[in-house]
T-cell receptor
Framework: GEDVEQSLFLSVREGDSSVINCTYT??????LYWYKQEPGAGLQLLTYIFSNMDMKQDQRLTVLLNKKDKHLSLRIADTQTGDSAIYFCAEINYGGSQGNLIFGKGTKLSVKP | KAGVTQTPRYLIKTRGQQVTLSCSPISGHRSVSWYQQTPGQGLQFLFE???????NKGNFPGRFSGRQFSNSRSEMNVSTLELGDSALYLCASFPGGGSTGELFFGEGSRLTVL
């Protein structure tokens, strides 16, 4: 079945770049998403990419998509302590809509001052 | 514009009881989805409603049910609670039809089953 996998932890120093990686299984996914969850809060969409794109840049965020390898990455430039959170990669469940997402387990990003 | 509102935010129940959680989507949004978040399983899709109709359902037992009202507000119900139902239940809404792909999440209802 469909699955989304990502590493569970990442620790970086303030000012460095962070790269969070994700692999997915459904090659027919039209959208791939990155969501952020801060402690005690719901999820917030950070960015998304259409499957016909290789890269998307949005201020400090860069998303790279390798469809051949089904690999998605999120790069955060100049990482700040306020970026400490859990980051989830997600794809649309096969045959579903944007309301029916398969999420990875989340990568907990810790930013050290 | 008010965000997605979930009530109650926290609740404690005992095994065998039932619980009803409520979600008010963003005004104008016609689609509501529910997710269960636990440390072990992560985020798992429960169901999705659009215009009062269940459009998709995840792989959960029949004890989990939901509905959507004509004003797009949604409720989910869990009957005969088990310890493993302890989780954060997240509701999300989006406009429905053709849209950009963003799901707007509420802050969740944290259920503890004793």
């Amino acid at each position: 079945g469909e699955d989304v996998e990502q590493s569970l932890f990442l620790s970086v120093r303030e000012g460095d770049s962070s790269v969070i990686n994700c692999t997915y299984t459904d090659s027919s996914s039209t959208y791939l998403y990155w969501y952020k969850q801060e402690p005690g809060a719901g999820l917030q969409l950070l960015t998304y990419i259409f499957s016909n794109m290789d890269m998307k840049q949005d201020q400090r965020l860069t998303v790279l998509l390798n469809k051949k390898d089904k690999h998605l990455s999120l790069r955060i430039a100049d990482t700040q302590t306020g970026d400490s959170a859990i980051y989830f990669c997600a794809e649309i469940n096969y045959g579903g809509s944007q309301g029916n997402l398969i999420f990875g387990k989340g990568t907990k990003l810790s930013v050290k001052p | 514009k008010a965000g997605v509102t979930q009530t109650p935010r926290y609740l404690i129940k005992t095994r065998g009881q039932q619980v009803t959680l409520s979600c008010s989507p963003i005004s104008g949004h016609r689609s509501v989805s529910w997710y269960q978040q636990t440390p072990g399983q992560g985020l798992q899709f429960l169901f999705e409603y659009f215009s009062e109709t269940q459009r998709n359902k995840g792989n959960f037992p029949g004890r989990f049910s939901g509905r959507q009202f004509s004003n797009s507000r949604s409720e989910m119900n869990v009957s005969t609670l088990e310890l493993g139902d302890s989780a954060l239940y997240l509701c999300a809404s989006f406009p429905g039809g053709g849209s950009t792909g963003e799901l707007f999440f509420g802050e969740g209802s944290r259920l503890t089953v004793l």
